[in-house]
């Protein structure tokens, strides 16, 4: 990082991945946390500390695993504070201190060592934080020592904090001092930053304060938050800072923690520390006991975010690496650091252009050859950029250069973002493009891990990524391969790729089996409410385990939601029953779960369309919802199923909004129903009206009016083609167009049947002497009808005349015939009760025959004629059963409403009757409220000590209700008072008892004018307000009912016609004959009940099927038709034109940034071919001066080449440079040299030859002691040993002979024939000069399944052994050095079995050499290589006996390295030197490379 100030160091500046790690081991293994996405309820970090207890047990957690760093040992320091007080080499002062740190008496003399003198012991910062004056924000935070273990810091932030196992790591460094950026680039930035962050589920590591890239950060996230829905919390903003450079850090001490503690941002009096950001979320603040120390930080940052890149987010089985981006901004020094540790470490980074500084070098040389970058062209971009250039010594120009080159040759993880270059328009595509770029290996075909990719895209929902990026032309994707995606998808609620895969040719049918329901049900979102009703069938299992026996609200309180382990389908075909009524049958049985734990093949459901929709319904998945429903053939079931559990669901939830979008949904699916079925019956009525009655096997055998019955779909039952089935099933085999007169006509003169007075509907029955039209007459649902109404209305006449005219001592015939009447009735309800085709059972029959109003006045009337008929019988009881069977002839009277039902002009009136008899019932309520109220007072004023319950009860109510009618009593105010009209004790039973009086005057004592006041009251309340508000609320229910009505109506015109449509044809009492028939034919002969088929049909299985293809086809269309009446709608459409507008806009300003680079493209070509022309000109000159021609004198001097400034400026990302090979070694000059705590020193490309004077050059010296193997060269820089060895020559046992001929020696060093390294020494290596090794190439073709050698671009394509140690990153060929005298390398020895060495030693022996010479090695040193010799040994026939032997020899051997047959490939993901030879020995084959 750039310094700001002589006291601030590198991490004050910059935020990145740091420096060389320590060497502190993170111990641990931290459980991966199962992230549940739902896509419209995302986790948020929920406050551990609300409850006492869990503040306890947070504390106390944290003050045994979190430590700070204290220092022990008070030593004066040469500095001041800013006080100007003494401070400790700590830099803290003598008050900070503690008392025995004052006065050590056990380190008295020592000299101060951090290492020694600062101890750890309990944190004494922790808590919330609360940032003074700046709104409700409250954030978390911890002060840690340096050396705490990541998975500490990990578990910390995931169990303790609450934060979800993040999608995507993003550490932001760069610039820690404020600095300018363009208006446009910083809008860009912050947008983009948040944009990935929030549709990801990132988290954003920074330094935390307020200054430079971090308040950047800060300022994008208080943007975001502020233009959109989400809170801040949404996004993760994680500050690593230093503890000792915080300003105002005492506010955050406390030993019990702070909840929150108040933080006051003090920009103006932090002088040389700095302030936390208040825009970040959490801060974790790394102690390591001193103050004012810039940098503390990185080490702990770099272990952190290393250790969170190697945990795993699951994602729907799914288990996947977080991945992890540096971005970078502007910066210094420490940046680049930053960014050469990010890029050798394999992290992708995504640098801005634009931003200054680092950023802005490294943009400006991103597109050019290596060969290109040179030190000079290094310091003339640093001039550019850096004001304080005189800082940049040589040496480090030559260090700045160096790791440039190596950043740029890594262009796959390096990502260059352009404002408007190459239609970059968005930062968050650009981060996501460098990840998917960076992640891209290849499998052991040379396929691209496009899985891998996808699964990324999938886990940071962004389907728009995976469009530009993974489905393009390269790859084929087939449906099976996008099946785990797709499952993933489903649980995390991703409906964008759900649908893309749909689109892809994914099909759920091969998708869905049972193992994959099941858990898919397992990963249930704990917070829905099914999953509690799942709770509760487990818990009433007896098969269950107790363990799952918990409570429901301990479930959804856990923070990691428990998956439902012991669930099977047939617990969820249990909820689903109770949802969708007990008419269904269950969905999935025990026999298929059984049958789905066998061991076999994948077992699918019968409908995998189906299963998939409850599934996403159950959950509140709307989206996925609407994607599945489209999906399914049987939509129009589908869609009300959705409803019916919808409404099911929404009479259960507790929350009131959740259960109104649920009914809302439901009205949806509803319509979607509605649409569906309007589409099919315009096209064809009577297919459509198979769709109505057809028996669904994958909905439980139920038919689609049945489940929009139970359902109460009020508008489906209303449709018109619903209706005008409704109609056909009421007129029977009649045809509609007969008027009613005419069935009247025929029921009092049925030989009129026999004319063509009636019209049939079926042929058959259009012959007029048939007698199969009596039949077909007297069984429609209408002419049984009208012959029950005339048969109620005689039965109600003739009870009627016994009541009134014929009641005597003794019952008469008209009497009997009553009884006989009611019997039938009787009998009737009987079989209504107990007629139960579908197999419901008594209980659920009893339970639907109950839930009609009409039913239970049925069954109301008889009973009180029982009653009645009781008593009658009884002869001191003849009134009383004369009075019980009066009243009960008001109930059948009341039964004739039923039958009015079915006019379309009484039918709704009487809906409009009912509702307003519950109004009526509410009323009632307030009213005694005043009754009783006045009552009780009038009857207390005005007459003492009544006993009479009776005339207590007049008083009280009787004359209180009368008087809101007019009837007011003639004594409440004394005028009318009279003696005659009252008992003045109460004596007379038939008159009231006086009022107060005086009896000698005859006059009232009561107050009079008490009496009226509370009449006029009374009467004002009662009477006035009461009353009109019943009139008012009658007018209320009426219009809102009014636009109901007819529907209301419709769909209970269905239960009437139902039932007259299963009644018998015979009227009461004649039906008495049909229920002894049907008697016979249950009891006698054991006929089971049959539906009928117009209300219930099961269809052969081509016809069904056939039948839903249809449907379907015509739900396409349906869905076109929403689409463009979607598309029509003004909203919509002023939407569309602003998006093209928008669009518009942006293509215009990417032609005229592609023109403007364009421009400067062709200006820089015609300047670089200008410049080449000079040369020439200048080469001609000096030809023809040389020549004789013109002297010295009238040679023009050639104009200074001035190189242009902006030449990389024009080259967009998207181009590819192609370095070609380097001519110099590469690997041999890396920066970190394995296994040496020592840096190399850079080395340049063009510094690397001998011959080139490279005066700074001082590179260390590292001679490692090795103990493997019996001889080796020996260690230091010893003249006198090292005088001993023989170079270019055999030394005894050591060949030090070079391939390349003879090397130079100097000071008794031999020098790398290929040139500077940056390290002295042997290294690692054996022996000084060349380390010769040996690498066997083992071959075979590839061969197709049927055997044929597979072939590529017309060549045949080779597969090549290789191996990968554990430890090792690559593959690499079985090579490796030899021990002298030996031929095979010790590293081939260790995978072969001892017996298979001389075999493979003749193979070697028979092999080609198709490579010899030096190796690009990062052991290599300037005074020790590696050269080779590369061996191919092909087998030409897959049936080989050698290539047997070989493998063979493999398998048995037991060891710690991976071998495979790989296909061999430009692109293998193999060690660079080794991809060198397999290009070879694909040319000796002619084979494709």
Known sequence: MEPSSPRKLSSMQEAGFGMQPRKTSDLGVVPHSNGNNNPFKRKKSQ????????KENFNSWILEKIKKKECMYFVESSKMSDAGKVVCKCGYTREQHSREARKPLMFQGMTWDPKMHIKETSTDAFGEIAFTGLGQKVGKYVRVSQDTPSHIIYKLMTEHWGLEVPNLLISVTGGAKNFIMKPRLKRIFRRGLAKVAQTTGAWIITGGSHAGVMKQVGEAVRDFSLSSSYKESDLITIGVATWGTVHNRESLINPKGCFPAEYNLDEEGQGDLTCLDS??????????????????????RTRLEKFISEQKKHHGGLAIKIPIVCVVLEGGPGTLNTIYNAITNGTPCVIMAGSGRVADVIAHVANLPISEITISLIQKKLSMFFQEMETFTESKIVEWTKKIQDIVRRRQLLTIFREGKDGQQDMDVAILQALLKASRNHDRFCHENWGHQLNLAVAWNRVDIALSEIFTDERQWKPSDLHPMMIAALISNKPDFVKLFLEYGVRLNELVTLETLLSLYQNLTPSCLFYN??????????LCPPSILTSSSTLRMDHAAQKLQD?????????????????????????EQEQALLPKENTFTTDPVRDLLIWAIVQNRWELAEIIWTQSQDCIMAALACSKLLKELSKEEEDTDCSEEMLARADQYELKAIGVFTECYRKDEERAQKLLVRVSDAWG?????????????????????VQAFLTKVWWGKLCVENGLWRVMLCMLAFPLLFTGFILFREKRLQSKNSLARVRGFFNAPVVIFHLNILSYFAFLWLFAYVLMMDFQDSPSWHEYAIYCWLFSLVCEEMRQ??????????HKMASLYFSDSWNKLDVAAILLFIGGLTCRLLPEMLYTGRVVLSLDFILFCLRLMHIFTVSKTLGPKIIILKRMMKDVFFFLFLLVVWVVS???????????????????????????????????????????FSLDYCSPNGTDPYKPKCPENDMTRQEPLFPEWLTVILLCLYLLFANILLLNLLIAMFNYTFQEVQEHTDQIWKFQRHDLIEEYYNRPPAPPPLILLSHLQLLVKRIVLRIPPKRHKQLKNKLEENEEMALLSWEAYLKENYLQNQQYYLMQRSEQRIQDINNKMDTMMELLDVDRMKRSGSMEQRLASLEEQMGQTSKALHWIVRALRDGGFGSEADVPAPAPQKATEEQDEGLGDGQKVEDGDSLYHVSARHLRYPSCPDTRFAVPDEKVPWETEFAIYNPPFYTAERKDTAVVDPVGSCLELLSKIKYNAEDGLVDRRSFHGLYQVRDNFPLNPMGRTGLRGRGSLRYFGP?????????????????????????????????????AEHWALPGGSREPGQMLPQKLKQILEQEAWSSIENLLKQGKEVYKGYMDDPRNTDNAWVETVAVSVHFQDQNDVELKRLEDHLQKKDYEVDFRWQVVDRRMPLYTNHNTILQKVAALFEAYY
Not at 701 to 721: I, N, P, R, W, Y
Not at 1334 to 1351: A, Y
């Open 47 to 54: 406050s551990a500390f609300i409850n006492s207890e869990k």
């Open 279 to 300: 825009n970040h979320s959490h801060f974790i603040l790394v102690d390591d006991g001193t103050h004012g120390l810039y940098g503390v930080e990185i080490p702990l």
């Open 533 to 542: 009703k799942l709770q509760k069938v487990l818990a009433e299992d007896p």
């Open 567 to 591: 669930l099977r389908m047939d617990h969820v075909a249990q909820v689903l029953r109770d949802l969708l009524g007990d008419f269904t049958q269950p969905l999935y049985t025990e026999q």
């Open 701 to 721: 055998m139920t038919t689609c009016l049945q489940l929009a019955l139970e359902a109460k779909d009020l508008k489906f039952v209303s449709h018109g083609g």
């Open 833 to 842: 009760l107990f007629y139960d085709p579908d197999g419901y059972g008594l």
């Open 934 to 976: 006045f009552g009780v007072a009038t009857q207390a004023i005005l007459i003492r000590n009544e006993s009479r319950v009776d005339w207590i009860l007049r008083g009280v109510v009787y004359q209180s209700y009368l008087t809101i009618f007019g009837q007011i009593p003639t004594y409440i105010d004394g005028v009318n």
């Open 1331 to 1367: 380390n010769h090794a040996l690498h066997p190439v083992f071959t075979r073709w590839w061969r197709n399944q049927d055997g044929t050698i597979h072939k590529k671009s017309i060549r045949k394509v080779l597969e090549v052994l290789v191996v990968k140690h554990l430890q």
